[in-house]
C-alpha cells in the first residue's frame, strides 16, 4: 500500500529558482523521510524529519512536517541542473523501521 | 563508504527460467529489504528481513521467494520468471531499530522476455 503521495508528479524549474515538493500520508508516522533518486540508479537518503519535528535543514534542503494535517515539504532553494532528479517520501509507521514510499515527483531543473 | 551491492545492474531471463538476484551490505545492518519500483507504481515491498534466517513478506510476495544465510547478503528469487515480473529490483539495508534511513544499492533491471 502507498502511504504517501507526492505533489506535483512532474516539475519543471530554471536554475536558480527554488523547488517545492508535497508529500502527503494517510496514517501516524516516527518520522518521514525523504530520498532522490537519479535516472536509472537507486535511492539516495536525503534526510530525515522525526514526527516531533516541525522543520528541518540540510544545506539547500528544509524539510517541514505538519502531522495534523499528515502533510511534509520538501524545498530546494537555488536549484542547479544537477538536481534533476526523482523526489520520494517515504514514512515509518509506528510499529517499526518499514517504510512505505510515496510515487515520487520528477524534478527537472533547466540550466 | 558504505555500501549496498547489487550483483548485476542489467540482467535479461526468459520466461520461466529461475532467477536469483544478489544483495550484499557491508555496513553490519540488520534489515535488508527488496524493492520493485515500477512506472506509475512508485517502489512496492516485496520481501524484508530483520535477521539471518529470518523473512516477512511485504506486499507484493506472489512469485517471489528470498534467502538470508548470512547478515550481509540477501538474495532475491523468482522461481519461474514471468514477463510481469521486467522491472526495476532495488535492494536497501538498515539498523535494526527505526528512525534511521535506508541505504540502496544501484538497482537491476531484469527483463524477462
Known amino acids: 500500500s502507498q502511504q504517501g503521495e507526492e505533489d506535483p508528479q512532474a516539475l519543471s524549474i530554471q536554475e536558480g529558482e527554488n523547488a517545492t515538493m508535497n508529500c502527503s500520508y494517510k496514517?501516524?508516522?516516527?518520522?518521514l523521510q525523504w530520498y532522490r533518486q537519479n535516472s536509472g540508479r537507486g535511492l539516495v537518503h536525503l534526510i530525515l524529519i522525526r514526527s516531533n519535528e516541525r522543520e528541518k535543514h540540510s544545506g539547500r534542503l528544509r524539510v517541514t512536517l505538519d502531522t495534523s494535517k499528515k502533510s511534509s515539504s520538501l524545498l530546494i532553494t537555488a536549484s542547479r541542473a544537477a538536481d534533476t532528479a526523482s523526489y520520494f517520501c517515504?514514512?515509518?509507521?509506528?510499529?517499526?523501521?518499514?517504510?512505505?514510499f510515496g510515487e515520487g515527483t520528477q524534478l527537472t531543473v533547466n540550466p | 563508504d558504505v555500501k549496498v551491492t547489487q550483483s548485476s545492474r542489467y540482467l535479461v531471463k526468459r520466461t520461466g527460467e529461475k532467477v536469483f538476484l544478489e544483495c550484499v551490505q557491508d555496513?553490519?545492518?540488520?534489515?535488508m529489504f527488496w524493492y520493485r519500483q515500477d512506472p506509475g507504481l512508485g517502489l512496492r515491498l516485496i520481501y524484508f528481513?530483520?535477521?539471518?534466517?529470518?523473512?516477512e513478506k511485504g506486499d507484493i510476495p506472489e512469485g517471489y521467494s528470498v534467502s538470508r544465510e548470512k547478515k550481509e547478503r540477501f538474495s532475491l528469487i523468482l522461481e519461474s520468471a514471468s514477463t510481469n515480473q521486467t522491472s526495476m529490483y532495488l535492494c536497501?539495508?538498515?539498523?535494526?531499530?527505526?528512525?534511521?534511513?535506508?541505504?540502496f544499492g544501484s538497482g537491476t533491471r531484469l527483463t524477462v522476455v
Open positions: 536497501a539495508s538498515s539498523v535494526s531499530q527505526g528512525g534511521y534511513g535506508y541505504t
Open positions: 496514517t501516524s508516522i516516527n518520522n
Open positions: 528481513s530483520y535477521d539471518v534466517k529470518m523473512k
Open positions: 555496513m553490519d545492518h540488520e534489515n
Open positions: 517515504a514514512t515509518e509507521g509506528l510499529s517499526g523501521s518499514r517504510l512505505t
